[in-house]
């Protein structure tokens, strides 16, 4: 563990994007129809997580439901490295990671954030250049995806969770700071002033409209509010992608085709996807099915963990609340209500001059 923190700067070790652009990506592919599918599909990268992968992986379910993988990665590359900051020593890794449940029916899904520093047992797989990448019986979550990429990171949360990972979406910074530029900006409310070197973000307790920058340091924010731990950055990061669905709503992509074009081109040149995803015509099908879905109809969680036994800036998964929570889903069921009553309070929504409650670890 202490080799990763030596790698990182103190600013490096704070980054972590929000991926909640799903909610944005999926109004944007209903909308985008007949808006140039030529040139948005010439900007999606895809991976071959399922040839990469093999057997040997959790069964697809056959009732309709299904599970999307969404991650962030912070990686420096291209203009991802001005708006980052600090040293990733080359590589890069999943800073954000959401499990995304779609019931039967279509009509409600379940979104589970895993903690970086969620210490797992990482299953042996293959890198994209075809080199073994070694189990490991402890390891953070996020060094998944910085030791095998997407399909590594696939596998890991296949056997953390037991669910099958049918879809895979990724972003970097870059994309998602444009996304915000390209929907004019995202209101966010804090009752509390926030100040954070590290992220670069200054608010005074109030609504705030912020751009695509200043969006990216709040849902990287974890020093400058609460008592700075990851779960509370987590909590921010589901208030941003409500914002971010909200604005969705509100701006009415598909009667402004300026809009619509800036959301689309910027959003596909940021996005990797499993190979199934590849195309617009896909994610045009993919919103088909969650189209019934708004902010009403999502529960939004962070996996219960407690502190690990063996570093205090680490967490393990709660026993029983996390299996608890994935057995759920495993049977398309709601999350459970215990799960939802214990969720970390989102610091942003403190009461001014209130000393915030304990969460399980401050980590790095």
């Avoid at 002033?193 to 590290?198: E, V």
């Avoid at 057995?327 to 942003?348: E, F, Y």
Wanted: glycine content about 10%.
């Amino acid at each position: 563990m202490a080799g990763h923190r030596q790698q990182r700067s103190p600013r490096g070790r704070a980054l972590r994007i929000a991926l909640f652009s799903l909610a944005g990506l999926l109004v944007l592919a209903a909308a985008v129809g007949g808006v140039a599918y030529w040139k948005l599909n010439g900007n999606l990268k895809s991976v071959d997580i399922n040839a990469q992968l093999g057997t040997g992986r959790p069964p697809a379910a056959t009732d309709g439901s299904f599970n999307v993988l969404v991650l962030g990665s912070d990686s420096r590359a291209g203009s991802n490295g001005n708006l980052a900051g600090g040293d990733t020593g080359g590589t890069a890794r999943s800073d954000t990671a959401m499990v995304v449940h779609v019931n039967q029916a279509h009509t409600a899904a379940s979104v589970v954030s895993i903690p970086r520093d969620t210490l797992v047992a990482r299953p042996a797989c293959t890198a994209a250049d075809g080199k073994p990448v070694p189990a490991a019986r402890s390891a953070m979550y996020n060094s998944a995806f910085e030791a095998g990429g997407p399909a590594c990171a696939v596998r890991t949360t296949e056997q953390l969770t037991g669910l099958r990972m049918d879809h895979y979406v990724e972003i970097d910074f870059a994309g998602f700071a444009g996304l915000i530029d390209a929907i004019g900006g995202v209101d966010v409310t804090t009752t509390v002033p926030i100040a954070d070197k590290d992220s670069g973000l200054n608010l005074s307790a109030g609504t705030h409209h912020l751009q695509g920058e200043q969006a990216l340091a709040f849902v990287r924010t974890r020093h400058g509010v609460g008592d700075g731990s990851d779960l509370g950055r987590i909590e921010l990061q589901k208030q941003m992608m409500k914002s971010i669905m909200a604005q969705m709503g509100e701006i009415g992509l598909t009667s402004n085709p300026t809009t619509l074009w800036s959301v689309g081109d910027k959003l596909t040149r940021a996005l990797t996807t499993d190979s199934d995803l590849g195309s617009v015509s896909a994610l045009v099908g993919l919103a088909e099915r969650l189209k019934a879905i708004g902010p009403e109809q999502m529960t939004m969680v962070t996996l219960p963990v407690v502190t690990a036994p063996t570093d205090a800036n680490r967490v393990v998964p709660a026993v029983p609340a996390a299996e608890q929570l994935w057995a759920a889903l495993r049977a398309d069921r709601a999350v459970p209500p215990a799960v939802v009553a214990s969720q970390p309070a989102n610091p942003a929504e403190a009461t001014p001059g209130a000393s915030a409650p304990a969460t399980p670890a401050r980590a790095r």
